[in-house]
């Protein structure tokens, strides 16, 4: 049993209001993905990660030099393409079926090597396998057509989904295949099978940079632990 990192990382980035694709923008001195790899190349359980690139992709190379890991242009139309797409390279460079995948965002710069630890930890045992995710903390209010709170959602029950999320290759190849491609993450392909992946409490700075202003905010972090 090994463990295997897959981060898709074939998005455009258009909610992110950037001139090239947002994985590529720098960030404290290195681009966002650079980040991400350094962060999971600290991990010692992992045997190795392999990123999906958009087959078109011209930039991985000089963003992250000396890159260690594998790379594949097979990213697809929608994350859950990419993902199973990255899937399938895993396998054809020897992963067996049983190993455990962590997929993580490329956007999720942030990510420290004792997260990824912890949730090893967490769900290495598990049947299923599991995420990071953080409970909600706000307030939260269903809305009408007119932009007016219907009613107020009880928040005790309710996390946010983060990544890593960690399954065995096999079951999540599976359920992504069962699942098409309106699934945002690989647990809820997983929940649709019947089953429920292991909630594993994380830090709120596992923000994913999705929206222009969340730019200024990671790199404000990123300089902060370099200090
Ligand atoms: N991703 C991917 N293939 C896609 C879409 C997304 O590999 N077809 C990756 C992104 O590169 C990102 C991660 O999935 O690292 C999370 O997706 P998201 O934050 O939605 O990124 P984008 O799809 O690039 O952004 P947007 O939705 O704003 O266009
Ligand atoms: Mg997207």
Redesign the pocket.
């Given at each position: 049993e090994r463990f295997f990192a897959l981060v898709?990382?074939?998005?455009?980035?258009?909610?992110?209001g950037q001139p090239i694709?947002?994985?590529y923008v720098e960030l404290a001195g290195r681009s966002l993905i650079a980040h991400t790899l350094a962060a999971l190349a600290a991990v010692p359980e992992l045997a190795q990660t392999l990123v999906?690139l958009a087959p078109e992709d011209a930039r991985f190379a000089a963003a992250v030099p000396g890159f260690a890991g594998w790379s594949a242009r097979c990213?697809?139309?929608?994350?859950a393409?990419?993902v199973r797409a990255g899937l399938q390279a895993l396998r054809e460079r020897g992963a067996g079926e049983q190993d455990w995948v962590l997929v993580h965002?490329?956007?999720r710069c942030l990510l420290r090597p004792e997260w990824v630890q912890g949730l090893i930890e967490a769900c290495r045992a598990d049947a299923v396998g599991g995420l990071l995710a953080q409970p909600v903390a706000d307030t939260l209010k269903r809305a009408d057509a007119q932009g007016r709170v219907q009613h107020t959602q009880d928040r005790r029950e309710l996390w946010a989904a983060q990544t890593p999320q960690m399954f065995r290759l096999g079951l999540l190849a599976h359920a992504l295949d069962a699942a098409g491609e309106a699934v945002t993450d690989e647990a809820s392909a997983i929940e649709q099978l019947g089953l429920a992946p292991r909630l594993v409490r994380a830090p709120l700075d596992n923000f994913?940079l999705?929206l222009p202003e969340d730019f200024a905010l990671a790199e404000l972090i990123l300089r902060s632990r370099q200090a």
């Amino acid at each position: 049993e090994r463990f295997f990192a897959l981060v898709p990382a074939a998005g455009s980035g258009s909610r992110a209001g950037q001139p090239i694709p947002k994985q590529y923008v720098e960030l404290a001195g290195r681009s966002l993905i650079a980040h991400t790899l350094a962060a999971l190349a600290a991990v010692p359980e992992l045997a190795q990660t392999l990123v999906v690139l958009a087959p078109e992709d011209a930039r991985f190379a000089a963003a992250v030099p000396g890159f260690a890991g594998w790379s594949a242009r097979c990213g697809g139309a929608t994350r859950a393409a990419s993902v199973r797409a990255g899937l399938q390279a895993l396998r054809e460079r020897g992963a067996g079926e049983q190993d455990w995948v962590l997929v993580h965002d490329a956007a999720r710069c942030l990510l420290r090597p004792e997260w990824v630890q912890g949730l090893i930890e967490a769900c290495r045992a598990d049947a299923v396998g599991g995420l990071l995710a953080q409970p909600v903390a706000d307030t939260l209010k269903r809305a009408d057509a007119q932009g007016r709170v219907q009613h107020t959602q009880d928040r005790r029950e309710l996390w946010a989904a983060q990544t890593p999320q960690m399954f065995r290759l096999g079951l999540l190849a599976h359920a992504l295949d069962a699942a098409g491609e309106a699934v945002t993450d690989e647990a809820s392909a997983i929940e649709q099978l019947g089953l429920a992946p292991r909630l594993v409490r994380a830090p709120l700075d596992n923000f994913k940079l999705t929206l222009p202003e969340d730019f200024a905010l990671a790199e404000l972090i990123l300089r902060s632990r370099q200090a």
